[in-house]
């Protein structure tokens, strides 16, 4: 049974960073696999914030330029770290995912991790 574990996040002035590290298990996530992070802020939708694949990285423009994602395929872990953070960065961060390219479509994504809070306050 595949599990994807999300840590990493926490309280963090404006400014600031953080690491968020997503293990995966049950599973080996070749690099054909694409490994994305989306966030889901109060009130709003989950909105992708940027995936890898062997092919290459996306972010969201939102983030573009601030957040770094990297994957270790032998520990089966894609990291995001997260520079320069604001305070509308605060949201529940999810790692999914899914066999082929990386989308910022959320329902083409079949596994999911529960997420980890990150707050930065102002």
């Known amino acids: 049974q595949v599990q994807l574990v999300e840590s990493g996040g926490g309280l963090v002035q404006a400014g600031g960073s953080l690491r968020l590290s997503c293990a995966a298990s049950?599973?080996?996530?070749?690099?054909?696999?694409?490994m994305a992070w989306f966030r889901q802020a109060p009130g709003k939708e989950r909105e992708f914030v940027g995936g890898?694949?062997?092919?290459?990285?996306v972010y969201a423009d939102s983030v573009k330029g601030r957040f770094t994602i990297s994957r270790d395929n032998a520990k089966n872990t894609v990291y995001l770290q997260m520079n320069s953070l604001k305070p509308e960065d605060t949201a529940v961060y999810y790692c999914?995912?899914?066999?082929?390219?990386?989308?910022?479509?959320?329902?083409?994504?079949?596994?999911w991790g529960q997420g980890t809070q990150v707050t930065v306050s102002s």
């Open positions: 049950g599973g080996t996530f070749t690099s054909d696999y694409a």
């Open positions: 999914a995912v899914r066999f082929g390219p990386v989308t910022a479509i959320r329902r083409d994504y079949g596994y």
């Open positions: 890898m694949r062997w092919t290459g990285t």
